[in-house]
């Protein structure tokens, strides 16, 4: 099941996160796309956490499962 989105911050202000694709986070960016982050899926969980810690080595912060979809 591909429940799941990663979000990249491109201004590495926050972790790389993943999200469910039911969370208000991402729904509201599908809406109202911002310009600083960018969003990559819906993958199953292991393919987003694949991704999140591939993404999070461009940055400094690392990656996580989002606390809203804990
Ligand atoms: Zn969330």
């Not at 799941?4 to 109202?32: F, P």
């Amino acid at each position: 099941m591909s429940d799941y989105v990663v979000m990249e911050d491109k201004l590495d202000a926050t972790e790389v996160k993943i999200h469910k694709v039911s969370c208000g986070h991402y729904q509201n960016n599908l809406k109202n796309p911002t310009e600083t982050t960018l969003w990559h899926g819906p993958y199953d969980l292991d393919h987003a956490e694949t991704t999140a810690e591939m993404l999070s080595k461009q940055y400094t912060k690392g990656w996580k499962l989002a606390e809203c979809c804990n």
